[in-house]
């Protein structure tokens, strides 16, 4: 199973109570306060992992609970600490914040600043949010006896927007972006414990009878979202070859089939330049087809992987083999690519020709190139190891020249 969205909840401990106890001994009849402090809560902490490929462990335990510090103890004993909940997820994953961050002491929708501004005594005012007000646009109703229409002005509305753009408004707040392997990031802090009431003795007042409760852990909702992390996006549709030729350049060994949607998610392989140690990732992402904005097909779901990569390669079935036009398809894919993302249409991408061991395709590359003009083209064939090193040698250069080597 291959999980790239998830959302959660995660939960730090809260912090432990102090202990409110006096001391008692033989003598030493009146031993003075030793409550002990409480302990601190466990935080929720992610860490970037390069050894995942998914985050399917979080589909398993969405709800990520860090321990509870516990209690002080008399004689002075502190309550032992809970422990950090360590949470290893995919290098590449962002973390978005769904519910607002509640902290101690203020209502939803204040920050800490507005606070400190607020003189004692003051009434708090409402916090901006919590009622929505209807301010939208409102249609106006026109009557001509027993007919009845709505005016809308569509000048008023707000400008279409890409699916990337929508998603990004629905996904919250973007927190953390786990791309170094080891990088951590504290999802959740751990609630601190109170003191005991030994902290609070003085020489006026030598028997406090109170302590500190513990702080609550803080607490929330989060989407993770896997983006991977690879140089180069293979691009295409279905049957075009882009498993084949992740397989001839890579030693990523993705299924090959005749029939559309064979690779149903993400495939990354690695392609090693054995003269100079260099490396490059690739992405193979299932293929796109035709109104994929509109969920068909596979729909968008997987572009997001390619949205780090550098460079773009456009793999085009230049022998036409499910019967469509070469030069249709890459304008299509193009199309897609601007409705998923228009950034991804600014990335260098190039343009490769598969399939050219088919006698149709010299014909059909000599046509792509009138319809196609001022885009270069490099022919191959991935199922017949042809045109493979020109191949590398061109993701190298382009990856080279964005600065990415
Ligand atoms: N003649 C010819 N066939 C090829 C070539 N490359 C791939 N094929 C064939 O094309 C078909 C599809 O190849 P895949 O690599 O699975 O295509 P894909 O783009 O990964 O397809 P999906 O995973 O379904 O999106 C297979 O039957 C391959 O054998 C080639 O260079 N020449
Ligand atoms: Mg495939």
């Not at 961050?101 to 607020?118: F, H, N, R």
């Not at 028997?207 to 991977?228: C, I, K, N, T, V």
């Not at 003009?373 to 382009?398: C, M, N, S, W």
Request: aromatic share 6%; glycine share 12%.
């Amino acid at each position: 199973m291959f999980i790239d969205e998830i959302k959660v909840y995660s939960r730090a401990g809260h912090g432990g109570k102090g202990c409110v106890a006096f001391h008692r001994e033989a003598y030493r009849p009146k031993g003075g306060p030793s409550g002990g402090n409480g302990g601190n809560g466990g935080s929720v902490i992610l860490q970037a992992d390069h050894d995942l490929n998914n985050l399917v462990q979080q589909f398993y335990i969405p709800r990520l609970i860090a321990e509870e510090g516990h209690c002080g103890l008399g004689k002075g004993m502190d309550g032992p600490g809970g422990k950090d909940l360590l949470i290893k997820v995919p290098c590449g994953t962002l973390v978005y914040r769904l519910t607002p961050k509640v902290i101690p002491g203020l209502t939803v929708g204040q920050d800490e600043e507005e606070l400190e501004e607020l003189e004692d005594g003051e009434p708090v005012p409402p916090p901006a949010g919590i009622l929505p007000v209807s301010a939208g646009i409102r249609p106006v109703f026109r009557r001509s006896g027993v007919e009845m229409a709505y005016e809308l002005n569509l000048a008023d509305e707000e400008p279409e927007k890409s699916s990337e753009e929508v998603r990004q408004r629905d996904k919250g707040e973007l927190v953390a972006d786990l791309t170094q392997d080891g990088q951590q990031f504290v999802l959740c802090q751990g609630g601190r414990g109170g003191l005991g009431n030994r902290n609070f003795a003085t020489s006026r007042r030598q028997s406090p009878r109170f302590a500190q409760p513990g702080e609550p852990g803080e607490e929330g909702d989060f989407l993770l979202e896997l983006r991977l992390i690879a140089e180069v996006g293979l691009v295409g549709y279905p049957n075009a070859g882009k498993s084949t030729l992740l397989t001839a350049i890579s030693h990523a060994r993705p299924k090959i089939a005749a029939y559309p949607f064979t690779t149903l998610t993400p495939q990354i392989g690695i392609v090693e330049y054995p003269k100079d140690y260099r490396r490059l990732a690739v992405c193979d992402v299932p293929g796109l087809i035709e109104g994929a904005h509109n969920n068909v097909g596979l729909g968008h779901a997987f572009l997001r992987h390619i949205q780090r990569c550098k460079v773009l390669v456009l793999l085009v079935d230049m022998a036409g083999i499910d019967g469509r036009k070469p030069w249709d398809d890459y304008r299509q894919l193009l199309h897609e690519l601007e409705l998923y993302d228009p950034a991804l249409l600014q990335k260098p991408r190039c343009v490769v020709a598969n399939k050219m061991d088919e006698s149709v395709s010299e014909a059909n590359l000599k046509q792509f190139k009138r319809k196609v003009t001022k885009t270069q083209v490099l022919p191959i064939a991935a199922g017949f190891d042809q045109g493979i090193e020109a191949f590398k040698e061109l993701i190298r250069e382009a990856v080279e020249a964005v600065g990415g080597a």
